[in-house]
Structure formats: structure tokens, C-alpha cells
């Protein structure tokens, strides 16, 4: 599967965007999915997950309350809503593909592929 993420940019502390995580390629609907985020010098981060089905979501602390995520199968897409930004959430946010089924991951091993990845910019 080919993931492609897109809908980052620049926008002032309080303020929102939408990121977009695009499949092609090997079927998606049967994948969780996840977003992950590396600031630079930092390891990459758990922002949220998707199981398959859009039943069960899971986030990290930092952005619980603030983003959502949601998935429409017949598109091939997941949704990553992000409000009331700050600027630590500054960084490159990537969407990841987890095939191997059952809970929803926070480590990044666990995803086998990798979409490359937009910069979101949040500035004070």
C-alpha cells in the first residue's frame, strides 16, 4: 500500500487543520491506521490511531480532547482533525498502516508502512 499525507501548513496557536492520509495499492479498509509525528532532534511520537472498522480510536495524552480521527474506507482515506493547536505541536506528521490486526499500536515498529509525511508549523 501507498499511503500519501497532506493538508499541513502554517497557522497561529489556537487555530486548526485537517490532515488527510490517502491509500492506493494493497487494501486498505482491512488496516489500522496511525498518526505519528517527529519534531526535529526528537524521536517520533503516537498522535492517534483508527482501528479498520473506524469503531475504536486511541490517542496520545498530548492531543486527547484537541484531535480527532476518522476514516472513510470507501475513499481511502483518514482524517486527522487538529484543534486548539499549540506550538508544540509543531513537527512533520506521517500516517503509518498496521496489517497485522488486533489492538491499536503506539510504537511505530508496529506499522509496516509509511506515507512521507507533512510539516505542520504552529506558531505563537
Known amino acids: 500500500v501507498q499511503l500519501q499525507a497532506s493538508g499541513g501548513g502554517l497557522v497561529q496557536a489556537g487555530g486548526s487543520l485537517r490532515l488527510s492520509c490517502a491509500a492506493s495499492?494493497?487494501?486498505?479498509?482491512?488496516?489500522?491506521v496511525g498518526w505519528f509525528r517527529q519534531a526535529p532532534g526528537k524521536e517520533r511520537e503516537f498522535v492517534a490511531a483508527?482501528?479498520?472498522?473506524?469503531?475504536?480510536?486511541y490517542y496520545s495524552k498530548s492531543v486527547k480532547g484537541r484531535f480527532t480521527i476518522s476514516r472513510d474506507n470507501a475513499s481511502n482515506t483518514v482524517a486527522l482533525q487538529m484543534n486548539s493547536l499549540k506550538p508544540e505541536d509543531t513537527a512533520v506528521y506521517y500516517c503509518?498502516?498496521?496489517?497485522?490486526?488486533?489492538?491499536?499500536?503506539?510504537?511505530?515498529?508496529?506499522?509496516?508502512?509509511w506515507g512521507q509525511g507533512t510539516q505542520v508549523t504552529v506558531s505563537s
Open positions: 483508527i482501528t479498520w472498522s473506524g469503531g475504536t480510536t
Open positions: 503509518a498502516a498496521d496489517y497485522s490486526g488486533g489492538v491499536l499500536r503506539d510504537k511505530p515498529w508496529f506499522y509496516g508502512y
Open positions: 495499492g494493497r487494501t486498505f479498509s482491512r488496516t489500522a
